[in-house]
């Protein structure tokens, strides 16, 4: 008798179970742990680690490289070579291949620079560049970052900017040649001439293999798993890889030198496509240290494949390099609204170690990004603390734009409106 009553409470606990329903997600966007959560946990888990370990076995390398599917645990390229330059782009009509360069000086000098191509000599480029003593300047058509590019070969950029792969993971030119504005006052142009090499002999973190396994298990497993959800997976995928470096050069604005002695990171991105739309919100951190670490920590939500992934890696003082295996940053509690605070604080931990970061924004300049302004990025200008070690750097937040691109800006480009013509 006892046995039957054990049994019997045994199936009301796995029937009870079985009918737990999805708790609800925190505005409707940021997902809770389900049911399944530790199985498919463990499940993604030993899948990457899987993955990890048939990408670095020689024999199946080459399969690995021409196989559909590359990342999430394998590399995209064969070499550092072919993933350091130009990259081909597919025929979807988001196709992307973007980099982006993001440095900062102790004592108050920023340079943050992109250029995105897309089809149709569409880049969407930017080029942000405070000098103290001048003030924070920027191209002529920011908040826009719709520019044409009428240039080929190997440089990436547009109208007045250029880009341009030197030598594979270890070096990149950077290069301005135009007017730019002062920041908060539109009236006020600079003619600007800049030219700053990128060096770098650390190793470069990819995020389609280097990432740990854990925390990618862990944002894909707060998900709902269907044959849907699988193909927005592969779908959504992008390679991208990250590179801290120095930046050395000059600028000169309006007839005044100045030199520029920078830290901060590189990044390369390319993918079948980009589809800003699917972004919610993220944030993320590129800062240096005073004792030589250098970091990027943060969290994406893209909720048509996870509502929280925790990412990124730091440099040790030593150039040793580490993924981030957690963050506390939870990003519904900070500017869900759409203003990002100034002044902020989380844990992450790398290498078995806690790290306690400090953020103290300084300037917050915005751009937005997409053919209908789907994503506005928040580019803030920060000095950090971590571990009591003081920083600089910048954070990127983004947030999910739904107004899309302001008609008087559309009509005062003639470009935007005969590229629209063309469908």
Known sequence: MFLYAI???????????????????????YR????????????????????????????????ARQSSTSGYGMKSRPSPEDMDKKQPLSSNPKAIDAVYFNAASQDGCHLIVGAAHRPNGVVNGFLYLRV??????????????????????????????????????????????????????????????????????????????????????????????????????????????EQHGSFKGN????????????DGVRD??????????????????????????????????????????????????DGTLLPIEWCNLRLENHGECGTPPLDYGFLFQAGGKKY??????????????????EARVVERLALFTVNGIPGWGAAEWEYRHLKGRPKEVAAADPAYTHNLSKG
């Open 7 to 29: 049994l019997a409470i045994l199936i009301i606990l796995v029937i009870k179970f079985i009918q737990q329903k999805y708790p609800p997600s925190t505005f409707g966007i």
């Open 251 to 262: 600028v000169v604005i309006n007839n005044v030198k100045y030199p520029l002695h920078l």
């Open 268 to 317: 390369h991105s390319y993918g079948h496509k980009r589809e800003w739309s699917h972004f919610h919100r993220y944030a993320l951190h590129f800062i240096t240290l005073q004792n030589g670490a250098r970091m990027n920590v943060g969290v994406v939500c893209a909720p048509v494949v996870f509502s929280r992934m925790e990412l990124g890696y730091m440099y040790e003082p």
């Open 356 to 373: 306690h970061v400090q953020v103290d924004v300084k300037e917050s300049p915005e751009f937005f990004v997409g053919w209908e302004w």
């Open 32 to 63: 809770k742990p389900g049911r399944w959560y530790f199985l498919k946990l463990s499940f993604f888990f030993l899948m990457l680690k899987i993955r990890k370990t048939l990408g670095k076995l020689q024999v199946l390398r080459k399969q």
């Open 132 to 241: 103290p003593e001048v003030g924070l300047l920027m191209t002529p058509k920011l908040p826009d970052t719709l520019t044409f590019r009428t240039e080929e070969g190997q440089l990436y950029g547009a109208e007045g900017i250029q880009l341009i792969p030197v030598k594979p993971m270890q070096s990149w030119g950077i290069k301005y040649d135009g007017k730019m504005r002062l920041h908060g006052d539109a009236e006020k142009m600079f003619d600007v001439a800049l030219r700053v090499e990128f060096t770098s002999s650390l190793p470069y973190f990819d995020f389609d293999t280097d990432m740990d396994e854990l925390s990618v298990a862990r944002g894909m497993a707060l998900e709902p798993w269907s044959r849907e959800y699988f193909n927005a997976l592969r779908e959504f995928h992008q390679t991208h890889y």
